[in-house]
């Protein structure tokens, strides 16, 4: 996220009725909270991104301050037809999906209410928060929560797309955490989902986005916390080989819910490092089993060691560039043995690494920021984990696939891959967008071809152009779009707030 206000779009379309409308009626419901071109507010909060390619040009701009405004803006918007788009943390980078050219941009900059319970078993967040934020709210209690891995991801995002987090083999995805949900429905309503009161909801809520409403509050479980063992370790492109053996090792074997890892393969000036996220959650174990077959590996530098998660999100947002365009992008390969889990894995390197030439061929490698590669293992430790945090299910589906040709459900070990392209100039918008969805077709044509291929796609590193839902499952994404017309019967978060994935009409 950018530390100054990033420069707006200089595009000045004029707003149509129904928009001007909408602007108009929230200054007379909202006077203090609804700001327009030209003031500062409007330009921080429009530039106000993780990437360039997210910034559009509103009409105006609400900053809510409760639930209650925000229902005042969602009955604004039915009432005269205007189309709005919301922004919590700003990290989604999928243009469109949390702002909006012409239309009104809801930000959540002032709901940032944060309050542990008395008994410190949960943490009431407000959406407007980023992972950061908690972390460093929550140390003070020695607690933490499931959650994001980088200081400026938004709550909001990272956990209504379920959630990666470096607690997974134990606790599961970050949304298999939020015990309670309060929301503001198509009509104005709110209402809290939870277990027991609104649970369809409260389950499509855990990996199905913004399809059913604008949550304005996260009831979080917390567990014990003060330091763990953590840090980038990185090391030279030329070990890849033993680097892809020990990750897919890991993958296959590793049966200590307390670890956790990220390798990221990074191109910088066309020169490959690996830097490798490794995490243990302990406060004096400092030489993990399960991570042992990673530090075989020599290294070029480390920062492993003992911190807290607040210190180490804040250590790993050097790989948030300021002022610069992002994309991500996504799939997932699965394995049957360990022998299978690593051809999963080189070959999503082999085809991304394949491609490249045709990247360079398009844009300027003098442009081109960063360029990635990474795998997420997704192990049965961890979908057990989710069962246990999260008896009642999300709707993520990952392990229910019957579309690999690897076994049973319980042999499998599934590698979610993430794509990364970071690069200056908005004239090569187009050519790395063609580009990330070749390699992505690509990857999954060649794991489909070996029978490695998995549908899922983790929305929190898709790309604006892949159907997330479809790799839920038929049958969750079924209930998925049961649950938001039930909500949503006017479809409200269908069409009048277009950006991020749909489930549907």
Same mark, same amino acid.
């Given at each position: ?198 649970? /369809?909801?409260?389950? @499509?809520?855990?990996?199905? !986005?913004? +399809?059913? $409403?604008? %949550? ?5 479980? &917390? ?102 365009? /992002?994309?991500?992008? @996504?799939?997932?390969?699965? !394995?049957? +043995?360990? $022998?299978? %889990? ?5 070959? &999503? ?24 590669i990474g795998w997420q293992p997704v192990p049965g430790l961890w979908l057990e984990a989710s069962r246990r945090s999260n008896p009642g299910g999300n709707p993520l589906g990952l392990g229910s696939s019957s579309s690999s040709a690897v076994g049973g459900e319980e042999e499998k070990v599934h590698v979610a891959w993430v794509g990364i392209v970071m690069w200056k100039d908005a ?72 950006g991020g994935f749909k489930v549907g009409l």
């Open positions: 996220m950018p530390s100054s206000p990033a420069p707006a779009d200089t595009r000045t379309p004029l707003p149509d009725s129904a928009i001007a409308a909408g602007c108009s009626a929230l200054t007379r419901f909202l006077p203090s909270q609804v700001f327009f071109p030209g003031s500062g507010v409007y330009d921080y909060e429009v530039g106000n991104f993780w990437s360039n390619t997210q910034i559009r040009r509103p009409a105006c701009v609400v900053r809510p301050t409760s639930a209650g405004d925000v229902s005042t803006v969602v009955r604004g918007s039915r009432a005269t037809g205007a189309r709005f788009a919301v922004r919590a943390g700003g990290h989604m980078a999928v243009p469109g999906a949390n702002s909006i050219d012409d239309g009104i941009l809801v930000v959540m900059s002032n709901l940032t209410r944060i309050s542990i319970a008395p008994d410190r078993a949960s943490v009431d967040v407000g959406p407007g928060l980023t992972w950061e934020d908690v972390y460093a709210y929550l140390i003070n209690f020695e607690r933490i929560a499931v959650g994001g891995r980088i200081a400026p991801i938004g709550v909001a995002g990272l956990t209504l797309g379920g959630g990666i987090g470096f607690q997974g083999n134990a606790r599961g995805w970050a949304a298999d955490n939020v015990l309670e949900y309060e929301v503001v429905l198509a009509s104005g309503e709110v209402v809290v989902a939870n277990e027991t009161s609104s649970a /369809d909801l409260f389950w @499509a809520l855990k990996g199905g !986005g913004a +399809n059913f $409403g604008i %949550v304005t509050n996260f009831k979080l479980r &917390t567990v014990p916390s003060t330091k763990v063992l953590a840090g980038i370790y990185t090391i030279d492109g030329s070990h890849m080989e033993a680097l892809i053996t020990a990750v897919a090792d890991y993958a296959s074997h590793n049966n200590d819910p307390l670890s956790h890892i990220l390798p990221l393969v990074e191109i910088v000036n066309q020169t490959t490092t690996i830097g490798l996220v490794l995490f243990y959650d302990s406060a004096t174990e400092a030489n993990p089993a399960p991570l042992e077959r990673f530090f075989a590996i020599p290294a070029t530098n480390s920062t492993v060691a003992f911190k807290t998660v607040t210190e180490f999100v804040i250590e790993r947002n050097s790989f948030s560039i300021p002022d610069i365009n /992002d994309v991500l992008f @996504a799939g997932t390969v699965v !394995g049957g +043995n360990g $022998g299978d %889990v690593r051809a999963a894995i080189q070959l &999503t390197h082999d085809v991304f690494y394949g491609k490249l030439p045709d990247l360079y061929a398009t844009v300027p490698p003098a442009a081109l920021e960063y360029v990635s004239r090569y918008d187009d050519a790395v967008e063609r580009w990330i969805r070749d390699v992505t077709d690509a990857i999954n044509g060649a794991a489909r071809e070996k029978g490695l291929y998995d549908p899922f796609v983790y929305m929190g590193d898709a790309a604006g152009f892949q159907d997330v839902f479809a790799g839920y499952g038929a049958e969750n994404r079924e209930r998925l779009l049961r649950v938001s017309r039930e909500y949503d019967p006017d479809r409200v978060f269908q069409t009048l707030m277009p």
